[in-house]
């Protein structure tokens, strides 16, 4: 008989969000660098910074702090689907045994966000999966956007860019 490999639960990161928060963006779960660092998107060859950076006018080379205070100030808030599970590696494709995040009762905590920007298909199809209640509301709008992750390099960074640049829109004054 075998023994079972035991896989060990990964948490993710907390939400960053604020007062000011207008704009969800929700990954599906973080890299493995990212969870080391405890930093959204902490893997130096994902686009998320540089893209951000440049629809909001600060260095995504800053510190951490200083990134995601310019991405707070801007309105915008960072999750990720899943809370926890088990997974070799970073791939999106090796998660197994996950649990959602509190989605709907973060979005009834903070009234101000009204839109979700979805950071590849991953995370839009889990979150179909754990919160279809998420897409049956109609409270929020959704998108669904290129993942900047650097295992979704088929599309350059001038590309994602220009698809990333509906969250101005959302964010624009009415």
Same mark, same amino acid.
């Given at each position: 008989?075998? +023994?079972?490999? !035991?896989? =060990? ?5 907390? *939400? ?13 779960? *973080? ?6 660092? /405890? ?20 260095? =995504?080379? +800053?510190?951490? #702090? $200083?990134?995601? #205070?310019?991405?707070?100030? %801007?309105?915008? +808030?960072?999750?990720?689907?899943? +809370? $926890?599970? #088990?997974? $070799?590696? %970073? ?10 995040? *509190? ?7 903070? !009234? ?12 839009? /199809? ?14 929020? $709008?959704? %998108? ?27 964010? #624009?004054?009415?």
């Amino acid at each position: 008989m075998s +023994a079972i490999e !035991l896989r =060990p639960v990964l948490t993710g990161l907390p *939400p960053l969000v604020d007062e000011r928060s207008r704009v969800l963006v929700l990954g599906s779960f *973080p890299s493995k660098q990212s969870l080391a660092k /405890r930093q959204y998107y902490g893997n130096r060859q994902n686009h998320f910074w540089q893209i951000m950076g440049a629809l909001f006018s600060f260095d =995504p080379q +800053a510190s951490y #702090s $200083e990134r995601t #205070s310019a991405l707070t100030t %801007s309105g915008v +808030a960072v999750w990720d689907v899943i +809370a $926890e599970c #088990s997974r $070799e590696g %970073s791939g999106d494709d090796a998660i197994q045994d996950a649990n959602a995040n *509190p989605l709907l009762s973060f979005l009834r905590d903070h !009234l101000t966000v009204r839109h979700i920007a979805f950071n590849g298909g991953t995370a839009l /199809r889990t979150a179909r999966i754990f919160v279809p209640d998420l897409f049956d509301d109609g409270y929020v $709008e959704w %998108s669904q956007f290129p993942s900047t992750s650097p295992r979704h390099a088929r599309l350059k960074l001038d590309a994602k860019l220009s698809a990333w640049w509906q969250l101005k829109d959302w964010l #624009s004054p009415e």
